[in-house]
C-alpha cells in the first residue's frame, strides 16, 4: 500500500528557478492538498483539490501553482523560486473533505532555496 | 490570522507524567477537530478527533477534552511514554469549507 507519494524527497533550487513536487496516491481519494511546514508556524495550506479538474486557493497560495488532470495526481509548481519559499512540503488526500475523514500526509519534501 | 491556537510550542514530560497541550479556535462553523502526531521525518499522521457534540473522546492513553462555550479543546496523553516524544498538530476544520486549518504545534519530549 503506497499511500501518499511525493517525489523528490530534498531538492536545491537557486533563486528564480522553477521546479515541479510531484504526489500521487492510490486510494482513489477526491480530495487532495498542499502544505508547507515552517518552524512556528505549523502546516499552511497552500492549494487544495475536490476533484479531478477543480483547484483553489489555500492561506498561502503567491508563488505556486497546481493542476489536477487525474484523480491520483495533484503537482505542485513553483514559479521563480524565492528564499521564502524555503521549507517541509506535504501532499496530503482524503476520501472527502468532511468531518471524519482522515488525511493521508506524504512523508514530505524538503526545499531549499538559495 | 491565526484560525487555531495552539499552546505550549514545547513541552517536556517525566516518563510516567502526564501531557497536556491546548488549542483555541474561533471559527464557530469547525465541525471536526482531530490531533495528528508527527515523527522526525515523517508526514504527520492522524491520532484522534473529536466532533463539537461530545466533551470528551478517550482512545487508550490519549483523550480529548472538548469545551464548545469556551471554543477550546485539549489532548492529554496519560502515561507518557519516550515514544511519544513527537509534534503534535491540533487541527480544525467545517465541511462546507473544504480546508483544513492547523495549530502552530507542539514538540513534546518525554524524558525517560
Known amino acids: ?114 | 490570522q491565526q484560525q487555531v491556537k495552539q499552546s505550549p510550542q514545547s513541552l517536556i514530560v517525566q516518563k510516567g507524567g502526564i501531557s497536556i497541550i491546548n488549542c483555541a479556535y474561533e471559527n464557530t462553523a469547525f465541525d471536526y477537530f482531530p490531533w495528528y502526531q508527527q515523527f522526525p521525518g515523517k508526514g504527520p499522521a492522524l491520532l484522534i478527533a473529536i466532533r463539537p457534540d461530545v466533551s470528551e473522546k478517550k482512545e487508550g492513553r490519549f483523550t480529548i477534552s472538548f469545551n464548545k462555550s469556551a471554543k477550546q479543546f485539549s489532548l492529554h496523553i496519560m502515561d507518557s511514554q519516550p515514544g511519544d516524544s513527537a509534534t503534535y498538530f491540533c487541527a480544525a476544520l467545517n465541511t462546507g469549507g473544504f480546508k483544513t486549518i492547523f495549530g502552530a504545534g507542539t514538540r513534546l519530549f518525554v524524558k525517560a
Not at chain 1, 23 to 31: G, I, R, S, V
Request: charged fraction near 10%; charge should be negative.
Open chain 1, 1 to 114: 500500500n503506497a499511500g501518499v507519494t511525493q517525489t523528490p524527497k530534498f531538492q536545491v533550487l537557486k533563486t528564480g528557478q522553477s521546479m515541479t513536487l510531484q504526489c500521487a496516491q492510490d486510494m482513489n481519494h477526491e480530495y487532495m492538498s498542499w502544505y508547507r511546514q515552517d518552524p512556528g508556524m505549523g502546516l499552511r495550506l497552500i492549494h487544495y483539490s475536490v476533484g479531478a479538474g477543480i483547484t483553489d486557493q489555500g492561506e498561502v497560495p503567491n508563488g505556486y501553482n497546481v493542476s489536477r488532470s487525474t484523480t491520483e495526481d495533484f503537482p505542485l509548481r513553483l514559479l521563480s523560486a524565492a528564499p521564502s519559499q524555503t521549507s517541509v512540503y506535504f501532499c496530503a488526500s482524503s476520501y472527502s473533505h468532511s468531518s471524519g475523514n482522515t488525511i493521508y500526509f506524504g512523508e514530505g519534501s524538503w526545499l531549499t532555496v538559495v
